[in-house]
């Protein structure tokens, strides 16, 4: 349960598209905010001044199981927000340089470091609040993107923890810096089809798949951390935008 008065969050993924929205929300609400950068990042300081302009502290813990324990511990957030992921981009890079499917960064980034995220949370007591970006699909585990997800759903229903599954559609808008042609291109096609089955009253199926931007995802991903009757739900799009 969130404690009376106002937690503190610990956000991975905090330079990424989302987690920098995050970010920003969580100390628009003035909720303490610990952003996570890898401590190898060569854009350390940069991300250092960007976040404790907004008043959040920025935390540089490597991704090694016994110190990402020891950090939790010693901070001992309300909110933890594990936010990681890789791009497919990056993963059709590695599968066809041949690094293997043990190795490659699904594995290595979605999924292992946020099962060590996830397992260092569980061992807070009380329990915590683990809000995870996942993605529409994630049930049906299509595909080795969508197959860590699913696994990662299954590992938060059996952790010892509050947990909050955010299951977007695609995450896009005119304020990403990365290009991502190929994303872009697909939610575009998307939100298409999405406006012309609205124009026959879809509107259901429309606020489900729609495309979603960082800014929107955040506000609701924050939402839904600090909501009680979030717990141990999955939120799809539709529930996530409007906060």
């Keep these: 349960m969130i404690p009376f008065g106002m937690p503190v969050a610990f956000v991975a993924g905090a330079t ?11 100390r628009a609400r003035k909720i303490g905010t610990i952003a996570h950068v ?3 990042s060569g854009s350390l300081e940069s991300w250092r001044t ?5 008043g959040a502290r920025v935390d540089t813990t490597p991704w090694e199981p016994e110190a990402m324990a020891a950090t939790l511990a010693a901070e001992s957030p309300d909110l933890v927000f594990g ?3 890789t791009t497919r981009a990056r993963a059709a890079r590695e599968a066809r340089a041949g690094v293997s499917k043990e190795e490659n960064s699904y594995e290595r980034v979605d999924f292992g470091m946020t099962k060590m995220l996830l397992d260092a949370t569980a061992a807070l007591a009380p329990p915590r609040r683990f809000i995870y970006l996942s993605a529409i699909g994630a049930d049906a585990g299509a595909n080795p993107y969508m197959a860590v997800r699913k696994r990662i759903e299954a590992a938060l229903r059996e952790a010892d923890v509050e947990w909050v599954s955010a299951r977007p559609s695609w995450i896009t808008g005119s304020d990403r810096e990365e290009s991502r042609p190929g994303e872009r291109l697909a939610a575009t096609a998307s939100d298409a089809a999405m406006g012309f089955f609205r124009l026959f009253g879809a509107k259901k199926l429309d606020a489900r798949y729609r495309s979603i931007t960082a800014t929107e995802l955040a506000n609701g991903l924050v939402h839904h951390a600090l909501e009680p009757s979030s717990a141990n739900r999955v939120i799809e799009t539709d529930q996530l935008r409007g906060y």
């Design 16 to 26: 990424g598209y989302t987690g920098r929205e995050v970010v920003r929300r969580l």
């Design 38 to 40: 890898r401590p190898d």
């Design 50 to 54: 960007k976040f404790e302009r907004l």
């Design 83 to 85: 936010l990681l992921g």
